[in-house]
């Protein structure tokens, strides 16, 4: 009797043992994951503010586009000059030989950016040309002839003709473009990048008169040929040999 007695009170105790045994375990397993839980919830925290931190740091590192200083750029880009490279510089004269004497004499007067005034003496005689002269276009806009003085300066006065004569243009023209780039040797020495020009007109009866010119850069009209077809034909030049700066 008195042994199953102390069975049964060993057998409550070992159930009662087993059953604490079990709760403990269950709370060190949820403080395991409570555990875990907060430490991923940590290094998530830590990993979004360290991106946070990179974002900011890399705006900061990438300077803000300045619009007004692309702007200033832009405006302060050169424009391409064109044909404001081929025109001579004021105050220079230049002198035009036919291979023996000089017969034509050309000075630069005044320019302004869109106007160039020469003084042109042919033998005794002195007459005024103002061309337009524009990175598109070279016409020769007033012409006087037999003038007292030519070197006076009428680029603030003079009214320009109504049918200017056109020599280069971006689009019409009585002057041909026949060549450009071209090498060209005269008197006075060697040019590159010359443009070539020519007019053919009918003021010698039954005949062509051909008129042909060549502009250097920097200088303008370093030569000039002209032939006159026909039985009677001729033939001369003027070429620049002198200039004076």
Same mark, same amino acid.
């Given at each position: ?21 079990? %709760?403990? =375990? /269950? !709370? ?5 994951? #409570? @555990?875990? +839980? ?17 974002? %900011?740091? =890399? /705006? !900061? ?5 300045? #619009? @007004?200083? +692309?702007e200033a750029e832009e405006s302060e880009a050169p424009s391409d000059p064109g044909l404001k490279v081929y025109q001579p510089s004021?105050?220079? !004269? ?112 039954d005949a062509d008169t051909i008129y042909t010119r060549y502009y ?30």
């Amino acid at each position: 009797m008195q042994k199953s007695y102390l069975l049964i009170v060993l057998t409550c105790l070992l159930l009662i043992i087993s059953a604490c045994s079990k %709760t403990e =375990e /269950k !709370e060190i397993v949820t403080n395991n994951e #409570s @555990s875990e +839980e907060t430490r991923d919830t940590t290094s998530e925290d830590t990993g979004s503010a360290d991106t946070n931190e990179e974002e %900011t740091t =890399e /705006k !900061e590192e990438k300077p803000e586009e300045d #619009s @007004s200083t +692309e702007e200033a750029e832009e405006s302060e880009a050169p424009s391409d000059p064109g044909l404001k490279v081929y025109q001579p510089s004021v105050g220079w !004269e230049k002198k035009f030989t036919d291979g023996e004497d000089i017969v034509v004499t050309e000075k630069v007067i005044a320019s302004n950016e869109e106007y160039v005034q020469l003084a042109m003496m042919v033998g005794g005689n002195q007459s005024i040309q103002i061309y337009k002269w524009t990175p598109s276009e070279v016409a020769l806009v007033y012409e006087e002839v037999s003038v007292d003085d030519a070197s006076v300066n009428m680029l603030d006065s003079f009214t320009p003709n109504e049918n200017p004569e056109v020599l280069l243009s971006e689009t019409t023209a009585q002057w041909e473009l026949v060549e450009s780039g071209v090498k060209l040797d005269v008197e006075y020495g060697s040019f590159e990048d010359v443009y070539v020009i020519q007019k053919v007109t009918d003021e010698v009866e039954d005949a062509d008169t051909i008129y042909t010119r060549y502009y250097a850069p920097g200088y303008g009209l370093v030569k000039e040929t002209y032939e006159v077809t026909g039985e009677y034909g001729y033939s001369g030049k003027s070429e620049l040999e002198v200039v004076e700066k």
